[in-house]
Each structure stands twice: as C-alpha cells, then as structure tokens.
C-alpha cells in the first residue's frame, strides 16, 4: 500500500461536490453541523461564468495541488511549482487535450470560488474551531503557449489558502491510500472515497479510527454537496460509488434504515488491501507506486508483457541510485520503459537480465559441482570406514559421538553404544550421521532418547 498524506480539513468538510456534472445555476450550497455541542456553518459560492461550484474533476486536481505541496516540503508561502503534466499524473487522469481543458477550467473555478466558514475549521496548533473566508487556490500563473490556457508543457506556479498552508505545516494530516484511490474508475466514487475515508478519523485525534459510520441520509447529501435533496434521487446518484466500494473491499456494506426525513444511511468499511491486490498486477501495482497513472501503468504491461517492464523497472531504479537527474521521475520511468532506440545506457555495475540469467546459471553449475565433490568424498569416507574392522568401526564411530553430544550421555550408555555397533547390531555410518543431523538442527533431545533406548535394548 502506497500511503500519502492529505489536509484533514479539506478532506472532512468536502469542499467539493462530488457530482461530475451540475446544473449551470448550482452556484452556492451551504449546510450546517454540530461541533463540540456548537453549530458550525460552511458555504461556498462561485459564479456561473466558471462553471458553478467545485465539483467533479476538481477535487483530484485539488487533491494533487495538495499532495505536491507537501511532496515539496510545504513552503511557507503555500507556492507548488508544477508541470500540467504533473498536475494530471498526481490527479490520475492522462496527459492530452480533453484534461488540459478540465485543469484550466478546475484552477479558475478553485480561484474564483468563495467559502465562508464558521466554527468549522480546526486549528490543529491551538486545538481550536476557527471561522474565516477563503478561496482554494489564492493565486496561481500558467506559462503556457496560450494565454491562461493549460497546454501541453504548461508551467503552473500555483499558491495554496493560507488556511490549508497553515494547517498542513501544523501536521493537521491524515493518511491517503493513493494506490487505492487512483485505482477507483469514476470520479464521484473517488470524491465519495477521499469524503468517507475523511470520516473514519477523530477531528480532535487523527490517531483515533472507526469501523462505522452512520448519518442522516439528508445531511450526508449536503456533505456531499447533491443537488437534488429527494431521498431516492440521493440513493440513485451514491449507488454506483457504493457498488464500486463494495466491490473492491473498502466498504463491508451499506444500510439504509427509516423512511423520508428521518432515513440514516450506516458505512461499515472493510479493507481493499486484498480487493486492490487481486485486481492488479504486482508489476502495475509497481508503477503505480512510483507514481505512473493507473491507466498508463496498464497498457505498458498489457503491451509490453511484465519481463519487459520488470527489466526496464530494475534499469530506471539503477539509473537512479547512479545520480542521473530526474526532472519528472515518473514521465521519465514511462520513456525508460517505451524507449527502442537506446537512449538509456546501462548504469555502471548495473546487471542485465541476460547477465543475471548467465550469472544465476554460473551460480548454479559451482554450486552443483560443490555438491558433487562433497558427496563424492562423502562416498569415499563411507567406504573407507566399512572397510575397517567393526570393532574399529565402533572405536572411530564412538569417538565422533562423544565430540557431538559431550557428557549428556553417561559412561555405561556409550559403552552399549560401542558394543552395539562392533557387535553389527548398529550401523556405525548411519548413527554418526543421524546425530550429526541432529544436533545441526536442534534435535539433540529427540536423539539422545533414541540412544537410550537403544542402549537398553543392547544391554
């Protein structure tokens, strides 16, 4: 599982609506909770000449501005110096027209967007609610070949709410499972994810988790930020996250219990460890993990087979361990693995996969000659001691006995033991290398109450 963190107050509050699409005029939502026995209060605005409210899309692209900022040592001016490119890697989504228009339109909507909060943001350096007004992103530059256009190679020089900033350098965190979310296919069962996982924590203690959560069906929907408030208009638009959740584990079920108003909705969540592990590859979990976009993870092991990608893996890891510079450690993985024309030499005391199959295969023949010489020369200790007299076996076989197992056999008993064995009532070989086993491998107890008994069988 590959764990990011992310700001607990964006995450708990939900500042954007999960819905993919709304209505042109849903220009404000607003909604009210109880806090510590207060009521608290959030609202947004944002005009509809950009788009309405944050929704959709917006809240992986704002998710990635917030992974990158602290991935970037959470300045104190709340800046993350980016790439589109690296916007829409971190966001899960491709790098190609269609999203470029989505994060042009996301960063005027996070401006131009208003919240206006009271009672509801917690400050986490002096354990308090705080009220205050601010918009998601302060400020932010694209230099880009199109004015204010996000284009392919774009530049963002993005600033962050002092609020978020504040919060996020006061360690006010929680964990985020990104491999699990960036696995999820639809954007509103992403956005109900990152929502109910927020839920799952303590606000006051971040350390302190649930194994359910239970809400008015009504109040959740303006957490969500739906827009329409008909309980089976709520079910039908949650329904397909839920599914999806099921499905791939993080979620055990969903109840919904009561009618009208008064209907809860119960989240009893699971584990999507084994749901994700099963669903994937080890080799695209990998990539993931290193920070390639699912889909783009995908189609390089689907077109390229998985000794491909694992050589290539092992190469881009050696050329970063030898200090090659990595602008963008991940687009520069996807060219190591595409690359046909050799751009990427071998690192120095880097091993090939043909040379680790030659060296596995060297290592194979010495160890297999190694075996033979030891039971060849084993043959011939065997012969040379069945050549001698059994009374000169028993005298030879003793000795080595009495090196392995010391004094914890008495005088009388070894005497058995010889006598046994000269006798021809014992093999002498085979005794020594039963107890030579034996005591290798922390059996000497077992052994020794096979040898008493055996002396007293021969006495």
Not at 308 to 328: E, I, P, Q
């Amino acid at each position: 599982m590959l764990q990011r963190l992310t700001e607990a107050n964006v995450a708990r509050l939900g500042l954007i609506s999960i819905q993919e699409r709304i209505p042109a005029d849903f220009t404000r939502w607003e909604y009210e909770f109880e806090v510590e026995g207060r009521q608290g209060h959030l609202a947004c605005f944002s005009p509809t000449e950009y788009g309405g409210v944050p929704h959709g899309l917006d809240g992986d692209i704002a998710n990635a501005f917030i992974d990158l900022f602290i991935e970037q040592g959470s300045p104190e001016n709340g800046a993350v110096a980016t790439t589109a490119s690296q916007v829409l890697l971190r966001a899960g989504l491709h790098n190609n027209g269609h999203y470029h228009r989505v994060l042009t339109e996301s960063l005027r909507r996070l401006k131009q967007a208003t919240y206006t909060m009271s009672h509801a943001w917690r400050d986490h350096e002096h354990q308090r609610w705080t009220s205050g007004t601010f918009s998601y992103i302060l400020d932010y530059e694209v230099t880009s070949p199109e004015r204010d256009t996000v284009t392919e190679g774009a530049v963002l020089s993005v600033t962050l709410a002092r609020q978020i900033v504040k919060s996020i350098r006061s360690k006010y965190v929680k964990p985020l499972d990104y491999v699990f979310l960036t696995s999820l296919e639809r954007p509103l069962t992403r956005a109900l994810y990152r929502l109910l996982d927020a839920k799952r924590y303590d606000p006051q203690d971040l350390t302190q988790r649930v194994v359910s959560y239970q809400v008015n069906l009504l109040e959740w929907a303006a957490e969500c930020k739906i827009v329409d408030l008909r309980t089976d208009k709520i079910r039908r638009t949650l329904e397909g996250a839920h599914e999806e959740l099921k499905a791939r584990g993080y979620l055990h079920d969903v109840v919904y219990e009561g009618r009208g108003k008064k209907q809860t909705l119960t989240y009893v969540f699971g584990s999507p460890e084994k749901a994700l592990e099963s669903l994937e590859t080890p080799m695209v979990v990998a990539l993931v993990e290193r920070r390639v976009a699912r889909p783009v993870a995908r189609k390089l092991v689907e077109s390229l087979g998985e000794g491909h990608v694992a050589a290539r893996l092992k190469k881009f890891d050696a050329l970063k361990a030898s200090g090659y510079k990595m602008r963008n450690p991940s687009a520069l993985l996807v060219d190591v693995i595409k690359d046909a024309e050799g751009k990427y030499p071998d690192p120095p005391g880097m091993v090939s996969p043909e040379q680790e199959v030659e060296q596995q295969q060297t290592k194979v023949r010495r160890q297999t000659q190694v075996l033979q010489e030891v039971e060849e020369s084993e043959a011939q200790r065997e012969a040379a001691f069945r050549a001698l007299s059994l009374e000169d076996q028993a005298e030879k076989a003793l000795r080595t006995l009495q090196v392995l197992l010391k004094g914890r056999l008495e005088t009388s008993q070894y005497a058995r033991l010889r006598t046994a064995i000269a006798d021809g009532r014992t093999d002498g070989t085979v005794l020594v290398k039963e107890a030579t086993r034996a005591v290798f491998e922390g059996r000497a107890e077992e052994l020794l109450d096979q040898l008493r008994s055996l002396t007293v069988e021969g006495s």
